[in-house]
């Protein structure tokens, strides 16, 4: 059975049209504002960690002391460990109040500096602006995809043109490395925490948590790094097609 074309459109069978929509354009913004906004907001989270890494190093002297009979009564022992509890907390606190702040901050960071990269003329990036940030939310892929999109942040921001060209800098590598583990790290000492009974556990369970807190204050500075040596690039860069047009005007 044929189908014969609709009337008013001759010799035309039923040809579809597609239109695709225009792709966005984007315009440069300085991010000197965003920039600042998160070194400020990420090094003060990186402050209070250090804050808990002082509280738990005294943690770490009270339960030796504890271990090795070191008070001259119980009274004394329980005194010094309440003070001690209570700096560990004030501490953690510091960290919960202050860890929101700067992931927005760095959040807000990161989809202006990729947004920057596409108005600076690079092209053929694998991840958008929006999922830029958003990857970090996403289960399993979030330890891989924001990885992928600040490597092509950075390495966009240093040459737009050539970017797929240019090696993943050990900066990067290292970021995202100390990321992880400190990540990891503080689920493990979720749980362990749940385990100790003794003295000599809590003691364990202190020494892993300054490591992991000190990962994690690494993680923070060379974000910091990494947020600075982009900005800088990507301010490079404008000058520099400023110059370009200038020159062609």
Known sequence: MS???????????????????PA???????????????????????????????ALLGRWGLLS??????????????????????????ASTATLLTVAPAYIAGGIW????????????????????????????VPFASLVMPFQAMEEIYQASESPAGWKS????????????AWLIAGVGGSIAGVIAR???????LLSITQFLLVDVAIEVSSCVLFLFIVWRVYQA???GQRVVGQVAQVFS
């Open 3 to 21: 189908e014969s074309p609709p009337s008013g459109s001759p010799g035309l069978m039923f040809q579809e049209i597609r239109t695709a929509p």
């Open 24 to 54: 966005r354009t984007y315009s440069y913004r300085s991010i000197a504002g965003f920039t600042y906004f998160a070194i400020a907001a990420v090094g003060i989270n990186a402050f209070s960690l250090v804050l808990q890494i002082a």
């Open 65 to 90: 002391r504890m271990i090795g009979g070191g008070f001259p009564s119980h009274d004394a022992m329980m005194a010094t460990a309440t003070a001690s509890d209570r700096l560990v907390g004030l």
């Open 110 to 137: 990161i989809y202006n500096a990729a947004c920057n990269i596409r108005a600076l003329g690079a092209r053929g990036m694998q991840i958008s602006p929006g999922w830029a940030v958003g990857w970090y939310a």
């Open 166 to 177: 240019l090696k993943t800098p050990i900066l990067l590598r290292s970021w995202w490395g």
């Open 195 to 201: 385990e100790a009974t003794t003295a000599a556990d």
């Open 234 to 236: 990507q301010e490079h």
